[in-house]
């Protein structure tokens, strides 16, 4: 399995960023997508996922109403668009891919990393 993730970068607190992550190697229709950071001094921290399906989405409460995102199946494909950053949203984020229950995170595969840094 492979996760190739793009979009991160500085940005100035209430702006906006897009992240994505291309998935190969696998069947992905059993899997569910998403993101995970790593800020400075801190735990990794699941931050949303979303079935094949798109039924059913989980996002971590600190970034609710603020982060949406969204699958392309079709591409193997996950995006999430991130508004109204907070220099606390500043991290390293994972893209991740897993078999169990999309609301704990359970995570079979990690990519790289792409870094997202908000200024104040």
């Known amino acids: 399995v492979q996760l190739q993730a793009s979009g991160g970068g500085f940005v100035q607190a209430g702006g906006s960023l897009r992240l994505s992550c291309e998935a190969s190697g696998q069947d992905f229709s059993i899997y569910w997508m998403g993101w995970f950071r790593q800020g400075p001094g801190k735990e990794r921290e699941y931050v949303p996922g979303?079935?094949?399906?798109?039924?059913?989405?989980y996002y971590v409460d600190s970034v609710k109403g603020r982060f949406t995102i969204s699958r392309d199946n079709a591409k193997n494909m996950v995006h999430l668009q991130m508004n109204k950053l907070k220099p606390e949203d500043t991290a390293v984020y994972y893209c991740?891919?897993?078999?169990?229950?999309?609301?704990?995170?359970?995570?079979?595969?990690y990519g790289q990393g792409t870094q997202v840094t908000v200024s104040s």
């Open positions: 991740s891919v897993g078999r169990g229950y999309v609301g704990n995170g359970a995570s079979d595969y």
């Open positions: 979303i079935t094949w399906s798109k039924a059913t989405v």
